[in-house]
T-cell receptor, first 114, second 114 residues
Framework: KNEVEQSPQNLTAQEGEFITINCSYS?????LHWLQQHPGGGIVSLFM???GKKKHGRLIATINIQEKHSSLHITASHPRDSAVYIC????????????????FGKGTKLSVKP | DTGVSQNPRHKITKRGQNVTFRCDPI?????LYWYRQTLGQGPEFLTY????????KSRLLSDRFSAERPKGSFSTLEIQRTEQGDSAMYLC????????????FGSGTRLTVV
């Protein structure tokens, strides 16, 4: 079982729809990241959060540390939102070690149709 | 600062050849990370540096792989005696030590071994 699981794997929506992508993880974390990857391969960091909720434009990210679960919401979706959305966690190392290692989910491929 | 820069963007090589990729991080960032992403999968951690010190290496990094960051600025990732299984997107990211602003990713180098 992967340490970071995302659902759904693929998502097709009509323009204007409200979209939710889910992420569950099984390790202790210091932070959770939502990333966006376009077909060319480059990755853009959308959010880094360790508690509560963050909002940027039409994007909202929430995290529940007790349940080890996070969601990414897109309101009023648009075709330009079409991309792969990746959840990644920074594992928390209590006794030494490092926090350099991000653990990634496999991504959710979102396609928004006009 | 133009963000994290990776060169080349694409590389096609014959099996058995050596290849070298370069990553130029954001100048203020003292941490630099290498990840590998195969088709349909999330990125996987390879190694990371803090300044010129290589602090962590994944088991994925076989002895054919070597990474350097000689002056704590740019980094190179070399793959010797390439195999078809090395075909992937190689991603570089950088951050400051506090991770306060998260990670900044480059556009990646896509390697195809024929």
């Amino acid at each position: 079982k992967n340490e970071v699981e995302q659902s759904p794997q693929n998502l097709t929506a009509q323009e204007g729809e409200f979209i939710t992508i889910n992420c569950s993880y099984s390790v202790g974390i210091s932070a959770l990241h939502w990333l966006q990857q376009h077909p060319g391969g480059g990755i853009v960091s959308l959010f880094m959060l360790s508690s509560g909720k963050k909002k940027h434009g039409r994007l909202i990210a929430t995290i529940n540390i007790q349940e080890k679960h996070s969601s990414l919401h897109i309101t009023a979706s648009h075709p330009r939102d079409s991309a792969v959305y990746i959840c990644a966690v920074s594992p928390y190392m209590v006794y030494g070690g490092s926090q350099g290692n991000l653990i990634f989910g496999k991504g959710t491929k979102l396609s928004v149709k006009p | 600062d133009t963000g994290v820069s990776q060169n080349p963007r694409h590389k096609i090589t014959k099996r058995g050849q050596n290849v070298t990729f370069r990553c130029d991080p954001i100048s203020e960032h003292n941490r630099l990370y290498w990840y590998r992403q195969t088709l349909g999968q999330g990125p996987e951690f390879l190694t990371y540096f803090q300044n010129e010190a290589q602090l962590e290496k994944s088991r994925l990094l076989s002895d054919r792989f070597s990474a350097e960051r000689p002056k704590g600025s740019f980094s190179t990732l070399e793959i010797q005696r390439t195999e078809q299984g090395d075909s992937a997107m190689y991603l570089c990211a950088s951050s400051d030590r506090t991770l306060r602003n998260g990670y900044t990713f480059g556009s990646g180098t896509r390697l195809t071994v024929v």
